[in-house]
């Protein structure tokens, strides 16, 4: 089936660091890919809808200048957290949606634990 | 963000017990999907829902798109212990969006 790759899985960084998180799809196209927020115990919260050659779509009340999301490729989207703080720390988790069709089910990565120190 | 009411919000139950869970939106979604989320990692797909009034199986798990388009439901037969984890309903209005989720439900099951 298909496959969302993220990558790193966790990272664990200094205060004033930026961090790049990698979302792949390994066996099929995504024009879409989607990057969410996740606090402990709590829901998924979509940050940003990255659509490949184009400008990211931010959710309201997420910096576009601090979170920058790049879609180059068709099986590539990245986020960048610049200049991190303590308070981004969180769960970062992408997912995918396969090119074609209506009915195409959104994939999602492993997620990456971002602590910032 | 916009979010779905998903209830309830945790379980505990004895292994061999049928759960259900639902989730409710005061908007009408195109797809219904449910998800299950392991402790450190992403959602995994579970069943997906296209058709207003659909009823779809995957093994001990049946879900219902419901017939205003604007609920759904999760149900486990006979569980088990691997079935713990945190169940996630999420909505979709059109292909290409974002996908809505609940808030999950936490299901415990002891042995």
């Known amino acids: 089936g298909a496959v969302v790759s993220q990558h790193p899985s966790r990272v664990i960084c200094k205060s004033g660091t930026s961090v790049k998180i990698e979302c792949r799809s390994l066996?099929?196209?995504?024009?879409?890919m989607f990057w969410y927020r996740q606090f402990p115990k709590q829901s998924l919260m979509l940050m940003a809808t990255s659509n490949e050659g184009s400008k990211a779509t931010y959710e309201q009340g997420v910096e576009k200048d601090k979170f920058l999301i790049n879609h180059a490729s068709l099986t590539l989207s990245t986020l960048t957290v610049t200049s991190a703080h303590p308070e981004d720390s969180s769960f970062y988790i992408c997912?995918?949606?396969?090119?074609?069709?209506?009915?195409?089910?959104?994939?999602f990565g492993d997620g990456t634990r971002l602590s910032i120190l | 963000g916009q979010q779905l009411n998903q209830s309830p919000q945790s379980m505990f139950i004895q292994e061999g017990e049928d759960v259900s869970m639902n989730c409710t939106s005061s908007s009408i979604f195109n797809t219904w999907l449910w998800y299950k989320q392991d402790p450190g990692e992403g959602p995994v797909l579970l069943i997906a829902?296209?058709?207003?009034?659909e009823l779809t199986s995957n093994g001990r798990l049946t879900a219902q798109f419901g017939i205003t388009r604007k609920d759904s439901f999760l149900n486990i037969s006979a569980s088990i212990p691997s079935d713990v984890g945190i169940y996630f309903c999420a909505g979709l209005y059109q292909a290409g969006t974002a996908l809505i989720f609940g808030k999950g439900t936490t299901l415990s099951v002891s042995s």
């Open positions: 066996d099929f196209q995504a024009t879409t």
């Open positions: 829902l296209y058709k207003a009034g």
């Open positions: 997912s995918a949606r396969e090119w074609g069709g209506r009915n195409q089910p959104q994939h």
